[in-house]
């Protein structure tokens, strides 16, 4: 698989790129090495960078820059969490199958849930300027849709009049996982990034 050429192609022609991806035989393993650990270290590389050299401001205190190590400590288990809650995303979209009439495939499911989100850790890179952080949720709103392009490829072979009742339970599965990480991943460096300061 070309890397450049499959996310081009989810992201400028998603209908024809589903296809290509359903026909394609590949591993869980294949996946995450080849496409999923290269596309999540976008967002966690910007926002490590973005965190110490650019800084970010909050409602009750002015600019502040996270120190080297905090911001890399909270990149790298940002990353890894990442990668879990994807994984996890596909182990629930692939036991969801039957609820759905759908075909039980763990390879198509993590399909799923990880081409879909490419716009959202393409736009990762914007993590560089913490302030555009809006602007990675916008390209979420179209991994959504691309999630649901995916459902209507047949991936899972679901039954069209069943194809939105599993996206809708897809997705907010995945809001729920998104929310789980934000808040661990804020709970383990708010007060450290609130005590540093930037030093």
């Known amino acids: 698989m070309n890397l450049v050429a499959r996310i081009q192609g989810i992201i400028l022609k998603p209908k024809e790129e589903w296809q290509k991806i359903k026909a394609e035989s590949a591993t869980v393993q294949?996946?995450?090495?080849?496409?999923?650990?290269?596309?999540?270290?976008?967002?966690?590389?910007?926002?490590?960078?973005?965190y110490w050299l650019v800084g970010f401001s909050t409602p009750l205190t002015r600019?502040?820059?996270?120190?080297?190590?905090?911001?890399?400590?909270?990149?790298?288990?940002s990353y890894l969490l990442t990668?879990?809650?994807?994984?996890?995303a596909g182990l629930i979209i692939n036991a969801l199958a039957p609820?759905?009439?759908s075909r039980p495939d763990q390879v198509s499911a993590l399909k799923l849930?990880?081409?879909?989100?490419?716009?959202?850790?393409?736009?990762?890179?914007?993590?560089?300027?913490?302030?555009?952080?809006?602007?990675?949720?916008?390209?979420?709103?179209?991994?959504?849709?691309?999630?649901?392009?995916?459902?209507?490829s047949g991936l899972m072979e679901t039954p069209q009049?069943?194809?939105?009742?599993?996206?809708?339970?897809?997705?907010?599965?995945?809001?729920?996982?998104n929310l789980v990480v934000g808040v661990i991943v804020g709970s383990i460096f708010s007060l450290r990034a609130f005590y540093v300061g930037g030093f």
Do not use: C, E, H, W
């Open 30 to 50: 294949d996946i995450f090495k080849s496409y999923l650990m290269i596309l999540a270290a976008i967002p966690a590389v910007a926002q490590f960078l973005g």
């Open 63 to 77: 600019a502040v820059r996270l120190g080297f190590g905090t911001s890399l400590s909270q990149a790298v288990v």
């Open 161 to 177: 009049d069943k194809v939105i009742g599993y996206f809708v339970v897809t997705v907010v599965v995945m809001i729920v996982l």
């Open 99 to 101: 609820t759905f009439a």
């Open 113 to 152: 849930a990880v081409y879909s989100l490419t716009p959202y850790f393409v736009a990762g890179i914007l993590n560089l300027i913490p302030a555009l952080g809006l602007l990675v949720i916008l390209a979420g709103l179209y991994s959504l849709y691309l999630l649901y392009l995916g459902f209507q």
């Open 83 to 88: 990668l879990a809650s994807v994984f996890i």
